[in-house]
């Protein structure tokens, strides 16, 4: 069983920053792409940033520049970097990580519980 656990969400004034961390733990061989989505409310939940086991990054172009993705695969860790925040970036933010575990071959998709983020004007 693998587990992601999300941390450093909050409430923050605009202009602020905020780091979230996400930490997968269990039975874990291997992890590919790493990344963070979030959800306001009344929308679909969207792609912010991914992150792939050799450093590559991807990021939605709503946050490009502001936010920064990074991970210390030594820890099976994803952090996200968010600065210049605005109202416009409150959500629950999620981590989700491509997790090869022990027991099998295959890949399987895990997602963290949620954080939540609250940007005030």
């Known amino acids: 069983q693998v587990q992601l656990v999300e941390s450093g969400g909050g409430l923050v004034q605009a202009g602020g920053s905020l780091r979230l961390s996400c930490a997968a733990s269990?039975?874990?061989?291997?992890?590919?792409?790493m990344g963070w989505y979030r959800q306001a409310p009344g929308k679909q939940r969207e792609l912010v940033a991914t992150i792939i086991s050799g450093g590559s990054t991807n990021y939605a172009a709503s946050v490009k520049g502001r936010f920064t993705i990074s991970r210390d695969n030594a820890k099976n860790t994803v952090y996200l970097q968010m600065n210049a925040l605005g109202p416009e970036d409150t959500a629950v933010y999620y981590c989700d990580a491509d997790v090869q575990p022990f027991s099998s071959p295959a890949r399987y998709r895990y997602w963290g519980q949620g954080t939540q983020v609250t940007v005030s004007s």
């Open positions: 269990g039975s874990i061989f291997s992890i590919d792409a």
